[in-house]
């Protein structure tokens, strides 16, 4: 056998002589492998789209992945979010067969590695999430608990009330658990248990699938800024006097009350109401009395 063959100056990938020659891998298998390996990085080829493109069909290009998995040259992972609930799979292709589980774990763990998503993720609805955003290197499902237990277990009572409020949102006992140490914080930063329902509840989308995923997308982005501490002991601010009789004016009101300034307060319907309903009606009659006469 004569061989003459030109080194490719691009477009080109470097095969093991042990792949291609395998004693157990047909050549729909090494094909598909070597298509797969020989993808840039970030491409989003997956090995079913790589088989469409092959003209051996369905059956082989399965039997091929079979041989493939078998052989540890490809490994799949599916894993869920705890956050939105939504399911990742991710398939391994390697060009040397690995068997250790750590190997294979290193190997996903690597950045830069031949790892193809399976297809079209199936998503959970939880609400809007921006196209292309990566939430996998994001984990804030269990934050550092705030130093005051007392926190967590009112906020853990405030998450499993908000099936009374919102029956969308109900919880269950272990996924307000779960979400207590998140919600505590909004108590931290100085938000009442009613702000906390009322900013978890507003605004629903029509259908909720995961409860537990949206309450913890909406405690993560909605947090709010801490508020300044209040003193206990500190006396609360007096309020506004009237600088001639001295009597207190409601807050924001400023200058003399209504009867030091002569001023008639106007009732809130713009009519007569209580004593003035009252002189209004003596007067009527006197008016009528008179026209008798």
């Excluded at 130093?147 to 405030?158: G, K, M, N, P, T």
């Excluded at 779960?178 to 009442?192: F, I, N, V, Y």
Aim: net charge positive; charged share 25%.
């Amino acid at each position: 056998m004569i061989r003459h063959a030109i080194p490719p100056t691009r477009f080109f990938s470097q095969t093991p002589n042990d792949l291609i020659r395998h004693p157990r891998l047909n050549g729909t298998a090494v094909r598909l492998l070597q298509w797969a390996l020989s993808l840039p990085e970030g491409s989003p080829e997956t090995l079913q789209s790589i088989g469409e493109k092959m003209p051996e069909g369905r059956i082989a290009l399965r039997r091929a992945r079979q041989q493939l998995e078998a052989e540890g040259y490809v490994h799949t992972r599916r894993t869920q979010s705890r956050e939105t609930g939504r399911w990742t799979t991710r398939v391994l292709v390697s060009n040397v067969p690995l068997r250790d589980p750590a190997e294979i774990e290193a190997a996903f763990a690597a950045p830069g590695g031949s790892i193809l998503t399976a297809g079209a993720p199936s998503v959970r609805a939880v609400g809007a999430s921006p196209k292309g955003e990566n939430k996998e290197e994001e984990n804030t499902s269990h934050p550092e608990p705030p130093a005051d237990e007392s926190l967590v277990a009112r906020a853990a009572a405030a998450l499993q009330r908000l099936g009374r409020r919102e029956a969308r949102l109900a919880l269950g006992v272990a996924e307000a658990a779960r979400l207590a140490p998140l919600a505590a914080r909004w108590l931290a930063h100085g938000a009442s248990e009613l702000e906390l329902g009322t900013a978890l509840s507003s605004g629903l989308p029509r259908t909720v699938h995961s409860p537990a995923g949206f309450v913890a997308r909406r405690l993560r982005d909605k947090l709010p800024a801490p508020r300044p501490a209040r003193d206990p002991a500190a006396p609360a601010a007096p309020l506004p006097e009237c600088p001639g009789c001295g009597d207190p004016l409601p807050p924001g009101r400023t200058g003399p009350c209504p009867p030091c300034s002569g001023a008639v307060p106007a009732t809130p319907s713009g009519g007569p109401r209580g004593a003035a309903l009252v002189r209004a009606g003596i007067v009527r009659r006197a008016v009528r009395s008179g026209a008798a006469d």
